[in-house]
């Protein structure tokens, strides 16, 4: 069955830092998102993405963030500045489009530690 | 505001019996709303999709009602399992490219 897949697993940074989150979504979906979790917390959205430009982005998203899906596979998020309340984990998911019957494929998540 | 209301509390049934899930919402007209599993430190797992215009959609042990009155969709599990155990998550459209989740409920099967 086809996966979306983040990488790392878990990422170790220093506040101030930038860090940079991977994700390969499904080859034939055209959605792409991030959301985030904080420990306990409910899951979060931040930002879509579709045809190559952000569809839509939540108050959360501010200029610290900012995603990019450089070649025809990867799709990445940009945290820059990392701050100790940055720290949660963070989902990509793809969708072959809205509203169907099949949701969001989600990945299995990065760990962010912020220190 | 907007409120997706899932019962925070942890739902404990026993082994063989139907679980039922509770999602109310309120200030949102969604077009469509789904459920989710996440088990602990995964990724949330599609489970069910039920539109607007349909009371009702079934998946194997799963059944999910949508009633756009009440504002308020449903989810039973029909002969749970241990493995049923996990946090449920109902999510919805508010309209434009995003879905949004609720907090969960926490269903705790036991043999």
């Known amino acids: 069955e086809p996966e979306v897949t983040q990488t790392p697993s878990h990422q170790v940074t220093q506040m101030g830092q930038e860090v940079i989150l991977r994700c390969v979504p499904i080859?034939?979906?055209?959605?792409f998102y991030w959301y985030r979790q904080i420990l306990g917390q409910k899951v979060e959205f931040l930002v879509s993405?579709?045809?190559?430009?952000?569809?839509?982005k939540s108050e959360i998203f501010d200029d610290q963030f900012s995603v990019e899906r450089p070649d025809g596979s990867n799709f990445t998020l940009k945290i820059r500045s990392t701050k100790l309340e940055d720290s949660a984990m963070y989902f990509c998911?793809?969708?072959?489009?809205?509203?169907?019957?099949?949701?969001?494929?989600f990945g299995s998540g990065t760990r962010l530690t912020v220190v | 505001s907007q409120k997706i209301e899932q019962n925070s509390e942890a739902l404990n049934i026993q082994e063989g019996k139907t679980a039922t899930l509770t999602c109310n919402y309120t200030?949102?007209?969604?077009?469509?709303l789904q459920w989710y599993r996440q088990d602990p430190g995964r990724g949330p797992v599609f489970l069910l999709l039920?539109?607007?215009?349909?009371k009702e959609k079934r998946k194997e042990r799963l059944k999910v009602t949508f009633d756009t009155t009440l504002k308020q969709s449903l989810f039973h599990i029909t002969a749970s399992q241990p493995a049923d155990s996990a946090t449920y998550l109902c999510?919805?459209?508010?309209?434009?490219?995003?879905?949004?989740f609720g907090a969960g409920t926490r269903l705790f099967v036991k043999a």
């Open positions: 200030n949102y007209s969604p077009a469509y």
């Open positions: 999510a919805l459209d508010p309209g434009g490219f995003k879905t949004i």
């Open positions: 080859s034939n979906h055209l959605y």
């Open positions: 998911a793809s969708s072959a489009g809205t509203g169907t019957d099949y949701g969001y494929t």
């Open positions: 993405f579709y045809n190559n430009e952000i569809s839509e």
């Open positions: 039920i539109r607007e215009n349909e």
